[in-house]
């Protein structure tokens, strides 16, 4: 098959004739192997691996898809047609916990018991409450991403859920003042708070904002622990005609400015969806310096979701 002139970037690699052609050859050399085999070989033979060590199969498997459609390259057919888990998955079952209200002062609303539920016993608990109580109900986070439930008088209090952040963000790429190969390697650096749900029945003045801010010192240790790198910036929409994001602002968290209404995949460059507003949190003095760096850093495996974190803090 004769290779076309190619040179393009897909998820941040260079792909170049010679690149194409290494492809082919892997190839042609496993005659017999799935599309889903060649993809682990190819990631082997490119080291091509995410920060906590695993490979980019994903990745590498749409990589080589979209060269094959595009002619460069040419695939075996496909051995199965395996169901989509994202586009059928089945809506969070209904949670029955104990509604009644819990009212008074952070203090005297005791310990509260901080636990990372993602790929544990207790997952379905967080995705009930945000299904049942949250606005905008439950969406299944795609890429990096962690899951909390706090307790308090062995009762669920409130959920927050983090994932990897907006790759393209206007105001806060002006904040940071990163360069564009900076913001391309080290955006899995920034951690975005998709939902924070305190459930309707709880009234305690300064809680949520005091969740921020104890979430502020546990995330960067869990996803050094899951995910084998540390983030060090926070950030979040908040649609301002429905909330002020008085806890984001009293948790010392800062306005960036505001979307533009258009989402990640728009094509007519004009508003499709409410403006939000952003928001941000530096986790560190630096965080600039290490946000903008263009060096690499070297990843590290860890023993990812497999030990899940609970936490115990004390409402002082």
Known sequence: MRVMSVKEKYRGREVTDADVAFIQQLIDAHPTSSRRALSQKLCEAWNWVQPNGQSRDMVCRGLMLHLHRAGHIELPPRQKNPRNPLAQRPRPRTI???????????????????????????????????????????????????????????RPIACLAWSSAAR???????????SAEARRRNIRLIAYNLRFLILPWVEVPHLASHLLGRMARLLPEDWQRIYGHRVYFLETFVDPQRFRGTCYRAANWVVLGQTTGRGKADQTHRPNRPIKEVLGYPLCQRFRERLSEEISIPPRCHDALARPSTKTADTA
């Open 96 to 154: 029955e916990i104990e509604p009644t209200p819990l009212r008074g002062s952070l203090r005297a609303l005791g310990p509260l018991h901080i636990e990372q539920v993602r790929r544990t016993g207790r997952e379905q608990l967080f995705n009930g409450l945000i299904e049942q109580h949250h606005y905008l109900g439950y969406t299944q986070p795609v890429g990096a991403h962690l899951k909390y439930v706090v307790s308090a008088q062995n």
């Open 168 to 178: 393209h963000l206007g105001c806060r790429d002006r904040f940071i003042g990163w």
